[in-house]
C-alpha cells in the first residue's frame, strides 16, 4: 500500500513543475544558442518536461478525458504553432504564445486529479516562489538605473521620460511592464485563494503591491485600480451603506480622475496606442482575404505597420487573423463558464491591461487559469458529496 501511494503521489509533480517555473524567464541574459534564444528556466521545463510528460503518457494504461478547455487547447496550439511557420511569425513570439496553451493542459491534465488541499498548497508554493524571483528581479532593475529619486518625480509629475531608467535593466524580461504584468496576475490569484481559503495573505499582497509600484508601469496600475473599484462596488451591491456612499465616490473619482485622464490624454504613449488603433483601422482595408482570416504573423506589425500593436486584441487579429482571434475568445470564455466567472477579474485585467501593453510571455497567466478551474471543480464536488 505505501508503494501505491508513492507511485499515485508522483502523478502531480510534473505539474507542479510546470506550476513553479512558469514564470521564471531570465531573457536578459546573454545566450548564444540558437534554438533556445536564452536561458529562462521556463523554456528548459517546457522542452524537457513535454518530453517526460509524452513518454509518461505512452506507459500509461489509462486515456485523458478530453474537456473542452483541453480540446481549445490542443487546437490553439497546433494552429497557432503550424500556420505562422507558413506565414513568416517571428518563432520567439510564437514559441511563447504555444507555451500558454502547453503550460495550461499539462498542469490541468496532470493536477486536475489532486485534491483541494494539495492544489492550494501548489498555489501558495508558486506565490511564494514568484515573489522570491520578483524581488530579485526589482533590486537588480532598481540598483542598475542610475539616480533612483530623479527617475521617480519624474514619474510621478509625468514630465520627461527619465523614469524609463527604471523600466530598463530586467533581468527577466525586456522591461518592468512584463514585471508588473507577472506581479499583478499573482496578486489577483493570491486575492482569488484568500476568497476560497478565508486567509488573509497580507505579507504576500503587501509585498505584490510594492513589486507593482516599483516596476512604474502606468498599464498595469490603472488596470488593478480599475479592477479593484469594480470589485468593491459589485461585492457590495446589495449593502445600504454603498448608496449613501455612491454619490461621494462619484464625486471622488470625478475630482481624482480628471487629472489622470488629462494625463493620460497628454501622454505621447498614449497618442501611439491611439495611432495603432488607426494603423489597424487603415491595415483593415488594405489587407488581403489570406492576411484577414489567418494573419501577417507573430511580429508583423512592426513590419508591416511600423510600431510594435501593443494591444492584445488588435495584436491577435492582425497577426493571427480572424481565426487566431476567435480561438483566443473561445478558450477564454470557455475558462470564464468553468470557473462560473471566478475568473472574471484576472482576464479583465488581462483585456485593460492589454489595450496597452502586450506580453507574450505569459505562459504563467494561463496556469493560473488552470489552477483556477482545478480548484472551482474540486469545491463543486465536495459540494456535491457534503
Same mark, same amino acid.
Given at each position: 500500500?505505501?508503494?501505491?501511494?508513492?507511485?499515485?503521489?508522483?502523478?502531480?509533480?510534473?505539474?507542479?513543475?510546470?506550476?513553479?517555473?512558469?514564470? !521564471?524567464?531570465?531573457?536578459?541574459?546573454?545566450?548564444? *544558442? /540558437?534554438?533556445?534564444?536564452? /536561458?529562462? /528556466?521556463?523554456?528548459?521545463?517546457?522542452?524537457?518536461?513535454?518530453?517526460?510528460?509524452?513518454?509518461?503518457?505512452?506507459?500509461?494504461?489509462?486515456?485523458? @478525458?478530453?474537456?473542452?478547455?483541453?480540446?481549445?487547447?490542443?487546437?490553439? !496550439?497546433?494552429?497557432?504553432?503550424?500556420?505562422?511557420?507558413?506565414?513568416?511569425?517571428?518563432?520567439?513570439?510564437? +514559441?511563447?504564445?504555444?507555451?500558454?496553451? %502547453? !503550460?495550461?493542459?499539462?498542469?490541468?491534465?496532470?493536477?486536475?486529479?489532486?485534491?483541494?488541499?494539495?492544489?492550494?498548497?501548489?498555489?501558495?508554493?508558486?506565490?511564494?516562489?514568484?515573489?522570491?524571483?520578483?524581488?530579485?528581479?526589482?533590486?537588480?532593475?532598481?540598483?542598475?538605473?542610475?539616480?533612483?529619486?530623479?527617475?521617480?518625480?519624474?514619474?510621478?509629475?509625468?514630465?520627461?521620460?527619465?523614469?524609463?531608467?527604471?523600466?530598463?535593466?530586467?533581468?527577466?524580461? +525586456? =522591461?518592468?511592464?512584463?514585471? +508588473?504584468?507577472?506581479?499583478?496576475?499573482?496578486?489577483?490569484?493570491?486575492?482569488?485563494?484568500? =476568497?476560497?481559503?478565508?486567509?488573509?495573505?497580507?505579507?504576500?499582497?503587501?509585498?505584490?503591491?510594492?513589486?507593482?509600484?516599483?516596476?512604474?508601469?502606468?498599464?498595469?496600475?490603472?488596470?488593478?485600480?480599475?479592477?479593484?473599484?469594480?470589485?468593491?462596488?459589485?461585492?457590495?451591491?446589495?449593502?445600504?451603506?454603498?448608496?449613501?456612499?455612491?454619490?461621494? #465616490?462619484?464625486?471622488?473619482?470625478?475630482?481624482?480622475?480628471?487629472?489622470?485622464?488629462?494625463?493620460?490624454?497628454? =501622454?505621447?504613449?498614449?497618442?501611439?496606442?491611439?495611432?495603432?488603433?488607426?494603423?489597424?483601422?487603415?491595415?483593415?482595408?488594405?489587407?488581403?482575404?489570406?492576411?484577414?482570416?489567418?494573419? %501577417?504573423?507573430?511580429?508583423?506589425?512592426?513590419?508591416?505597420?511600423? $510600431?510594435?500593436?501593443?494591444?492584445?486584441?488588435?495584436?491577435?487579429?492582425?497577426?493571427?487573423?480572424?481565426? &487566431?482571434?476567435?480561438?483566443? #475568445?473561445?478558450?477564454? $470564455?470557455?475558462? *470564464?463558464?468553468?470557473?462560473? &466567472?471566478? =475568473?472574471?477579474?484576472?482576464?479583465?485585467?488581462?483585456?485593460?491591461?492589454?489595450?496597452?501593453?502586450?506580453?507574450?510571455?505569459?505562459?504563467?497567466? !494561463?496556469?493560473? #487559469? +488552470?489552477?483556477?478551474?482545478?480548484?472551482? @471543480?474540486?469545491?463543486?464536488?465536495?459540494?456535491?458529496?457534503?
Amino acid at each position: 500500500m505505501a508503494v501505491l501511494n508513492r507511485k499515485t503521489n508522483l502523478r502531480p509533480m510534473l505539474g507542479t513543475i510546470f506550476v513553479i517555473f512558469s514564470g !521564471f524567464y531570465l531573457s536578459s541574459i546573454p545566450w548564444n *544558442i /540558437p534554438i533556445i534564444t536564452n /536561458p529562462s /528556466p521556463i523554456y528548459f521545463v517546457a522542452l524537457f518536461g513535454s518530453y517526460f510528460y509524452i513518454i509518461s503518457r505512452l506507459k500509461s494504461p489509462y486515456r485523458i @478525458k478530453l474537456n473542452n478547455l483541453m480540446i481549445l487547447a490542443i487546437v490553439a !496550439f497546433f494552429y497557432f504553432s503550424i500556420f505562422q511557420m507558413f506565414i513568416g511569425g517571428d518563432l520567439n513570439m510564437t +514559441a511563447n504564445i504555444c507555451l500558454w496553451f %502547453i !503550460f495550461f493542459f499539462v498542469v490541468y491534465e496532470r493536477l486536475s486529479r489532486a485534491k483541494l488541499k494539495s492544489i492550494l498548497r501548489i498555489s501558495e508554493n508558486f506565490v511564494i516562489f514568484s515573489i522570491i524571483i520578483l524581488s530579485i528581479e526589482a533590486l537588480l532593475r532598481i540598483i542598475n538605473s542610475g539616480n533612483l529619486i530623479k527617475h521617480f518625480i519624474s514619474f510621478i509629475l509625468g514630465s520627461g521620460t527619465e523614469f524609463y531608467q527604471l523600466k530598463r535593466n530586467s533581468i527577466m524580461f +525586456a =522591461d518592468s511592464n512584463s514585471t +508588473a504584468f507577472y506581479a499583478s496576475t499573482v496578486l489577483l490569484f493570491v486575492s482569488y485563494l484568500s =476568497d476560497r481559503t478565508n486567509k488573509v495573505y497580507f505579507i504576500e499582497k503587501l509585498i505584490l503591491i510594492i513589486l507593482i509600484l516599483l516596476s512604474f508601469s502606468r498599464a498595469s496600475l490603472i488596470a488593478l485600480i480599475t479592477i479593484y473599484l469594480i470589485k468593491l462596488i459589485f461585492s457590495n451591491l446589495r449593502k445600504l451603506w454603498l448608496l449613501y456612499l455612491l454619490p461621494i #465616490l462619484l464625486g471622488v473619482s470625478i475630482f481624482v480622475f480628471s487629472p489622470i485622464l488629462q494625463y493620460i490624454l497628454s =501622454d505621447p504613449s498614449f497618442r501611439i496606442k491611439m495611432n495603432i488603433l488607426q494603423n489597424t483601422a487603415d491595415y483593415v482595408g488594405s489587407a488581403n482575404i489570406r492576411e484577414l482570416l489567418f494573419g %501577417i504573423g507573430f511580429g508583423g506589425g512592426l513590419r508591416i505597420l511600423g $510600431i510594435w500593436l501593443h494591444n492584445f486584441l488588435v495584436t491577435f487579429f492582425v497577426e493571427s487573423g480572424i481565426i &487566431g482571434i476567435s480561438i483566443i #475568445l473561445a478558450f477564454l $470564455i470557455a475558462i *470564464i463558464k468553468k470557473t462560473k &466567472g471566478k =475568473d472574471g477579474y484576472l482576464i479583465l485585467f488581462l483585456l485593460i491591461a492589454g489595450f496597452s501593453f502586450f506580453p507574450y510571455a505569459i505562459a504563467y497567466f !494561463f496556469v493560473v #487559469l +488552470a489552477l483556477m478551474c482545478i480548484i472551482e @471543480k474540486e469545491n463543486q464536488r465536495i459540494k456535491i458529496v457534503k
